[in-house]
């Protein structure tokens, strides 16, 4: 379904940009999960824009939890959380213009006219919040489970990070301290370059991309549902649903593909009870099924669409070629900003493909 | 769920490897759509095994249409296509070693010891000549509504093919000549540099892996349903059931992260009533929506796992460590295979889109 | 999913009795549908308990709409609305009292005591607003569409109405007259009857039941999915949902188990170019398909459960026996309010069905 | 979806009349369910024609599974049963005849031609053997969970059978008792008066319809999925998807609308550790979830609308009214063979809710 994702645990979002609010329904938790709200502030503060390197628009990004939690824990009924919108200035966009690399123009042609296009919308990164939202509220029970989530920015503006500990425990440790992160990188030197690029990125009036790394550990081997619901296809479907996700891979991924067998498989082995793979070239997952090693994936992010540059466009309603320059507040990258919507997302993920197999009593 | 996939138009597919007979379920057509036996049988052949770069498996894949087709028509009700297994030597398995880079461990985790393992029972690619069967059963209606589908190794043991052309004329042609290509390659000379490749890997005991590209001409603006039913998330999510893909890429993909604002985003232009993009690094999809430009996605496609070297593993009934040497009959390379199953899944999301979209009535 | 429903067109309703507000997410719409918030303000009037036949809970069911909607008409993404709650008195109940006929015990056996139980929580009649809010956004563009919904009150407390009328132009003049009617009958003296029969059971402290006769005309021909999502099925299936519902009906219903196939079968005939029944024994539907004659259907209410006599139950925390006078605010009859609630649901079954066939673009 | 139903266990049916053949997939199924082929061979026969008193059509109802079992037992991937189509005299029927009842009119309207017509294409009750084969496919596997289901012809032609026992342990006897009949009636000196009622309807080239009482006993309270996948919800979604069912009812069902609050409530009370009810006047479920007594429902099957008397249609073809005498060899009745068909449904949708409940993992 359109705004509705997932199959045992299941998200619902709604919302533009220049509304009264936006907000997220999360359906089929179990009941009794502990909800902690200074979590999901705290992940709506590291998803705001902040300092020079993003938008002006500021938002307090104050939630209220409608529903589905009473006295601290998931009711196991469904949990709305709403967060209304504050400062929003609609005479910052001119709605007949197809911004380029915007979905002005593709929502123009769906919605003939009728979307509420300020801001962009419904299509606005703005409703992001309220995936980010949905996510933080299973972060406590994931981790009572032992799971652990975490993304860094692995490449943006050409500036490489280093790349994830290959051992579990030092991994887990990473993944811990990126989620008190603002920019999260594992260098803080790479970090530093990459926020100069983007500030140069912005003084041009122009806007980078950038590559997120995101690991999951913890996770028990035979999740995922084969063949659609794969454990990469679920996570894909709601990635791409990110604007501004052009690319995603598992494992080693694209690199994988000017490999030999012998090099991209990953050999087992049993330690103790537990069975192992040497390398993790395969991120984890095994015919759309998690092994138990971490899951690890990457999502390409473009650079923001909106920039300063003048492009060439059409005026929608004239049905003329313009140039235009773009205005409004907005990010010259959003790929630090992003990194937490992708963490909401797997959390989801996770929870519904944990609830599949092991139903909502295999919660307790 | 788990083996059905799509909202207004949905395939189911079952079977093993070593059972009975493989198939697929398509509901939601409309009816009176035009079914052609002989294309469903071209699109067969061109999946199937052959020649010295394949598997020594030989399937006739002698299908059965079973329902929902009448006089040559979809009747608007579920069609079943069967395929029976002919050519199964269960003898060459040995089900309780884990073959590193497949599904068996991770089946024994899901299935515990049930799964029917034999060939690799419900994981074998044996299973995607039912989705290829299934999206065969739409090309002929797409091609009626003047839109085509076709894919080429853009990349394989490290070879690559040349670009598609930028041009929408002259990439029709190509899409249509690759559907009469047994290797299918835009660059015959990439071809068969290729084919030396994967016989050298085979020599080796070894396997390689490749980048499919695929492009849809003829979309109508205005396809997909975000947020989470976006065109990138529905192809995404039924790419990456396929077994041995691991990245999926939109537009430039991977590449846009490195790119400026300036040199992602595609300008419009308007030309006559037609509003076109000036250049296509978004791949025909602005915020989850079709623009009416080509559709443009690359899978990486990692080699097969099955190799004849020796690898490190695990034998899952005795909990011991083994080396384990490939054997059973098993492809060098699938790259070239498999682009037929990609075409058919980008088939069946747009005949799903569409169908969301102008409704079973719509197809009149 | 458990608390969203429809394919094309999906309602996912949220809240608890005495939670911050309960509300609902409508996705699926075609863009550019009128809406009408007096329409919405006038469907909530008719739900909410008035006089002396009701609870003494008054809420004024003030609503906001806060995205989905524009200048007036639906913009094609998701339309929440908010219904804050305001009157709540939770020292009313006994949250460890298994109130017979209630969800209290069936809630306690599967959220283990995390339920939020104040006033019957996500199980209390409360959140049947938000359905009736749901559907009424609907009603002006299926009114536009010459499809019009209406329910009378049948049989109450053993009072019967009059019966629907079966010439099509006089039912669509009863389903106008019927929405304007506080207390929904056909025939003023027994609707009368019955509220004086509501009035003598509240003063015994019991309650009374009744059935909802609902008429549907306006419809095209052809609509329903059959064989799952037939017409009965996914009309059913959402009136099941309503609490108190324990019997559903389409035509004639259980009174054809009595007759011959001559006597229930309705014959066809053509009048100028559209085809008509002489009776109609089947509701409108055949083969669970809409044939273009009035759909009629009838729910079965239960008598509120809650009552002021003395009923045996359990304490579950004390697993103990014990009696239990009712409290707390409730109505001797909800099957006058129900009726409005039943209109809703049919109202988004039908644009589930019409997207379905003719799509979000058949709407234009 | 349209031939799809269920969440966590899903049934996918296909094929038409006249076709070569129909069939199920089930998916979502745990892994190690045992399945027995005699207990799918007797359901079937329980639905099979036989005697006077049904259609002179004779099918073998030879099936096979194809998929997903393995050595006896689910291995948790999809299950494809198959039933060929044997008997089937396609020159018995006039296709542009609408025959009264029957859904030849809406599937014109619906299919505009391209329906496969003969014998009533994909809606004809032929289509429900694979509904049965589905459900006896987890007979064993509830069975080994303490769950029973059984259904018996409450009434016929007029004719009342006796009541199904309030006593549990009676009603399981009842209930293993009926599934060794042919025509399934507590009380044998009632099913001869329904008998002899049919065959009389039959001899006057009429027919008969009736209500079929059903039982399950065994349940664990907590099963379904409030709101929109009630138990009542879902069991009556997939009901109504069988041909000729108009109602559908949950304990007392339509019979609980006269009656007071105090005695249509079931109190509750403990003994040893397990709560019952006193009564059960809703079925065993409450708020849409069970309460661990009996699910006790009943539905309405009209009379078979094949009759021999001459009725008034249409010729869909030509546009005029005709007389139409019924052809085709038909039953008199079908309540009774469609009770296995009901006890099917409520197997699959008892496994989906506790697959939900507990994951396909609680099934170990």
Redesign the interface.
Known sequence: ?????G??V?V?????SH?????A?I??LA??LPVDEDVIRHQLTLRRPAGRISTARREADEF?I???V?NG????????I?IPNADTKSGDYQTNI?R????????E????????ARGG???SGR?TAALVAAGAILLPALKQKGIMIGTHVS?C??VKDVDFAADEATLALQLAALNDTAFAVLDASAGEGMQSAIEA?RA?G??????LETAIVGL???L???????F???L??????I?A??????????A???????????????QGDR?F??TNH??G????????MPVVFRC????????A?V????DMKA???VEYGGRGRHDPCIVHRARVVVDSIAALVVADLL????????W?
Not at 19 to 23: D, F, N, R, T, V
Not at 256 to 270: C, I, P, Q, V
Not at 311 to 314: C, E, F, I
Request: charged fraction near 15%; hydrophobic fraction near 30%.
């Open positions: 379904m359109k705004n509705t994702f199959n045992a299941s619902t979002i709604f919302g533009e509304g009264a609010a936006i907000g329904v359906d089929g009941p009794g209220q409608l529903s589905g009473y824990r998931t009711t196991g009924t469904p949990v709305c709403l197809a380029p690399g915007h979905a002005d123009y593709t929502a042609c769906k919605y003939h006219g009728y979307q509420d919308g419904h299509f409703v490449r503006a050409g990125a041009e122009d806007s980078v991309g950038g590559v028990p081997a035979g995922g549902e084969p063949w659609f619901d794969s990469e296809s679920m894909s479907h709601a990635l791409f649903s604007p996700i052009k690319g995603v891979e598992f494992g080693d991924g694209f994988l593909t000017d490999r030999k067998g012998s090099e991209a498989n990953d050999g087992f082995f049993m069975v793979t040497q395969n991120g997952i095994n015919g759309g099924i998690t092994n138990g390409a992010v473009k650079p923001t669409p909106t920039i540059k492009q060439q466009t059409v049905n003329t070629n609830t599949q197999r092991y139903g909502a009593e295999g307790k």
